[in-house]
């Protein structure tokens, strides 16, 4: 393993800390057309519908026994299709850690939209990113071949919209975000990463896919202006505004410590968007801290609405 390697998992390992404390809602407006009362639950195939709340659900993937956890709001109904939303967790955590952390139940209970938490590999769980991280990626799991799996499996019990499936993702989380709108941009309409940049290498998507990102400059873990163990965010962000054909130059808005840069229009309908978070730490914007010494969220805006709102304006086409 290279020194840039090992430096980089020394950063991640922090995240081995102690999480804690309950999840804080975050308020949201439903979607009108998605908030009728729910349809008794009906069969999808010849597999029983999943019903409203959460559910482990387990498969192989790669020869290694794979779980998610599959939240269905209150109001879903299995006579249509319905789109669904893959959050990633990051390096040391857990499927469920996501819930708390990122607030996206609530959102989806409001929205009506399914949320899907997959659990990495390894003794502390991490997801292959291409260049990263810990046990999956020195032993080059199969992380995209899990998620194509996940939703072949997913399509069973659900009435999935696959015209609107998405990926986010905190920390490695969000650096497997990344590798999903490389290598499986097929299935993924959009992605959102979190504190962390793009390290897949060979980035080849199959067709333009949009971004949006959040990054805040303060982060010591992943740092904002990346180095020698780090991809900028800049230099991904330039990257799919390169390959999605996007405008060169941004349109700038500012609000307090954000800073909004909107690449659009670009091909294909879509579009690369950046949220800078001046000073911001390690933490998902928004959200709860995974804990105390790892960072604070800015509470200047919700990463999670933010990202449904660009994720419902960017289906496959």
């Known amino acids: 393993m290279s020194m840039h390697h090992k430096y980089y998992i020394v950063g991640l390992v922090m995240l081995a800390m102690v999480i804690a404390a309950c999840g804080r809602r975050i308020e949201t407006s439903p979607i009108p057309s998605q908030t009728t009362p729910p349809a008794e639950p009906q069969s999808v195939g010849s597999h029983p519908a999943l019903t409203p709340g959460d559910t482990t659900r387990a ?3 790669g020869g290694i026994e794979r779980s998610y956890i599959v939240h269905i709001p209150h109001n879903y109904d299995a006579s249509r299709a319905t789109p669904v939303v893959i959050i990633f967790h990051g390096f040391n955590l857990k ?6 952390i990122t607030g996206f139940n609530t959102q989806a209970d409001g929205a009506g939209f399914i949320t899907v938490y997959p659990q990495g590999s390894g003794k502390q769980p991490a ?3 291409g260049r990263c991280c ?8 199969d992380d995209v071949g899990f998620i194509r799996l996940l939703l072949a499996d997913l399509g069973k019990v659900i009435n999935v919209d696959t015209k609107r499936v998405y990926a986010t993702g905190f920390s490695n989380g969000a650096i497997m975000s990344y590798r ?5 941009a097929d299935q993924i309409a959009a992605i959102a990463p979190i504190s962390a940049a793009q390290e897949t290498e060979d980035c080849e998507p199959s067709r333009p896919i949009s971004v949006i990102h959040f990054h805040g400059t303060g982060d010591k873990l992943n740092p904002y202006d990346g180095g020698s163990r780090f991809t900028s965010v800049k230099d991904s962000i ?3 505004v ?3 054909d996007c405008p060169t130059q941004p349109v700038t808005e500012r609000s307090g410590s954000i800073v909004h840069d909107i690449y659009a229009p670009c091909v294909q309908g879509t579009s690369v968007e950046l949220y800078t978070i001046e000073s911001g730490e390690h933490a998902w914007p928004g959200g709860e801290a995974v804990s105390a010494e790892i960072g604070k969220p800015t509470t200047e805006i919700s990463a999670t609405s933010l990202m449904w709102e660009f994720f419902m304006a960017h289906p496959l086409p």
Not at 95 to 100: F, P, T
Not at 180 to 184: H, I, K, N, R, V
């Open 59 to 61: 498969l192989v993937a």
């Open 95 to 100: 499927a469920e850690d996501m819930i708390r």
């Open 127 to 129: 997801w292959n990113g």
């Open 134 to 141: 810990g046990e999956a990626q020195k032993q080059n799991v």
């Open 180 to 184: 999903l709108g490389c290598d499986l």
């Open 238 to 240: 330039q990257f799919w």
């Open 242 to 244: 390169n390959q999605d």
